[in-house]
């Protein structure tokens, strides 16, 4: 995942399955500047102990950052596949995920409507012990948004997730499955905010 830090810099936030940058050590997440080198301002320490998969900027404007990957832990602290940084690289603890997903979050996305919640997709099957199939809404809180109703889910993983960007506040899911709530749906589909699947 390569996303530009978006405040005017030019940094970038890369993530992914590396141990090093350079020869210096980092761990799976880095912020670099326009000119390659590390952005130390965003200390990450010993950072995540397995890979990122996705990095999305918060939209509020505090330039925090959401990142998802298969990472049990950051900075030696448990940690279940999703986290929201601040800009230095601290925790955020306002974004409160308990107990987390049970697998891998390969997607995340912001939902584009002026609300803070954010789109999570991936291989997990729950959050915080309840039963979601690939596929939720959090509040700004880390607590899911029930409005956003995915039932019994996809069948299998997600591995993208993109709002619609004509207002609608649709997004677009895509991945390994073949249905969506018992419907056959083969590899991508579009959903409306309350995540029926869209007409």
Known sequence: S?????DGTGDIYVGGAFTTYNGATAHDLVRLTEKGTVDLAFATGTGFDN????VALASDGTGDLYVGGAFTSYKGVPVNNLIRLNLDGTVDPAFA?????????YSVAMAGDGTGEVYVGGA???YNSVPQNNLLRLNANGTVDAVFATVSGFDNVVLSVVPASDGTGDL?????????QNTTRGRIVRLTSGGSIAS
């Not at 995920?97 to 979050?105: D, K, L, Q, R």
């Open 51 to 54: 890979t990122v998969y996705s």
């Open 124 to 126: 997990f099957t729950s």
């Open 2 to 6: 390569v996303v530009p830090a978006g």
């Open 97 to 105: 995920t308990g107990t987390g997903f049970n697998n891998t979050a």
């Open 172 to 180: 677009y899911v895509g991945g390994e499955f073949t249905s969506y």
